[in-house]
């Protein structure tokens, strides 16, 4: 059974930093693309990062690039999103997510498991 497992959500103020991780199980982490994407309420799910399968290739939402940081640690079967310079509109519900291919994707419809989401809340 595939499982992933987000953590490190919180509350941050603006400027601040989180860790996000992704614990994944059940399928061979190290040949899959994975990505990370986030949810406000009453708005679609959006791409906010994605990594291709040997870490190589890396893609980012205009509104993040610059601030996070996407990266796997296939020894662990974990993906990590650093977050620095956190702003009130990155307050979300982030998820991991994982294609079935090698490479990373910006589409959510090329996800097919996904995790249950941890929250972010950046605010003074």
């Known amino acids: 059974e595939v499982q992933l497992v987000e953590s490190g959500g919180g509350l941050v103020q603006p400027g601040g930093s989180l860790r996000l991780s992704c614990a994944a199980s059940?399928?061979?982490?190290?040949?899959?693309?994975m990505g990370w994407f986030r949810q406000v309420p009453g708005q679609e799910r959006e791409f906010v990062a994605a990594?291709?399968?040997?870490?190589?290739?890396?893609y980012y939402a205009d509104s993040v690039k610059g601030r996070f940081t996407i990266s796997r640690d296939d020894a662990v079967n974990t993906m990590y999103l650093q977050m620095n310079n956190l702003k009130p509109e990155d307050t979300a519900v982030y998820y991991c997510?994982?294609?079935?291919?090698?490479?990373?994707?910006?589409?959510?419809?090329?996800?097919?498991?996904w995790g249950q989401g941890t929250q972010v809340t950046v605010s003074s």
């Open positions: 997510a994982t294609t079935s291919g090698v490479d990373a994707r910006t589409n959510k419809n090329a996800y097919l498991y």
């Open positions: 990594i291709n399968w040997s870490g190589v290739t890396t």
């Open positions: 059940g399928f061979t982490f190290s040949r899959h693309g």
